[in-house]
T-cell receptor, first 115, second 117 residues
Framework: AQSVTQLGSHVSVSEGALVLLRCNYS??????LFWYVQYPNQGLQLLLK??????LVKGINGFEAEFKKSETSFHLTKPSAHMSDAAEYFCAVSDGGSSASKIIFGSGTRLSIRP | GAVVSQHPSWVICKSGTSVKIECRSL??????MFWYRQFPKQSLMLMATSNEGSKATYEQGVEKDKFLINHASLTLSTLTVTSAHPEDSSFYIC?????????????FGPGTRLLVL
């Protein structure tokens, strides 16, 4: 079965600093991996997804993630944090190896930005 | 614009009543929709898979008689929480699988917040 593990339930960085949110996956098939962001009291917004094309995936709002098979990782990064990036971030994997399958979510990482 | 809508966006009800939540794919057909539940400060947990024209598939531990799912058309799936109790208070989010030029993509609705008093 597919699963994802997010390391760190809470990450705090200064405005302008590098953002690094960690995610490791476990999958018996080539994985489809996602990062979603959730702002308070709102639904999910897709940041980016990996579907076995380029290993470095660029998403919205300046975020990107790199798929590393050797490390079974899919960490999310942003070079310079902005106050508006404060939110909950979920790493996820598709159960079944396609975008049409049910999605298994990680436990989430709350990102705080210090002025 | 939004691809998937949910109605209502929030609902407050008395314990013992039933609540229906709608999930609609806007301008697109979705043969498959998923229903998730999110408790405060927790992640999303899949409740069931809803397939148009057939019975929903429930995840382990989810009571199918309590959470009734109907996917009557290619653009609408409904989740009915029957005899709701305070422990059912949660954020319910649906998603729809929509086929396009780039293949199949799953879009999430904005969620429905349920508070059972």
């Amino acid at each position: 079965a597919q699963s994802v593990t997010q390391l760190g339930s809470h990450v705090s960085v200064s405005e302008g600093a590098l953002v690094l949110l960690r995610c490791n996956y476990s999958s018996s098939v080539p994985p489809y991996l996602f990062w979603y962001v959730q702002y308070p009291n709102q639904g999910l917004q897709l940041l980016l997804k990996y579907t076995s094309a380029a290993t470095l995936v660029k998403g919205i709002n300046g975020f990107e993630a790199e798929f590393k098979k050797s490390e079974t990782s899919f960490h999310l990064t942003k070079p310079s944090a902005h106050m508006s990036d404060a939110a909950e971030y979920f790493c996820a994997v598709s159960d079944g190896g396609s975008s049409a399958s049910k999605i298994i979510f990680g436990s989430g990482t709350r990102l705080s930005i210090r002025p | 614009g939004a691809v998937v809508s949910q109605h209502p966006s929030w609902v407050i009800c008395k314990s013992g009543t039933s609540v229906k939540i709608e999930c609609r794919s806007l301008d697109f057909q979705a043969t498959t929709m998923f229903w998730y539940r999110q408790f405060p400060k927790q992640s999303l947990m899949l409740m069931a898979t809803s397939n148009e024209g057939s019975k929903a598939t429930y995840e382990q531990g989810v009571e199918k008689d309590k959470f009734l799912i109907n996917h009557a058309s290619l653009t609408l799936s409904t989740l009915t929480v029957t005899s709701a109790h305070p422990e059912d208070s949660s954020f319910y989010i649906c998603s729809a699988v929509i086929s396009g030029r780039a293949g199949k993509t799953q879009y999430f609705g904005p969620g429905t917040r349920l508070l059972v008093l």
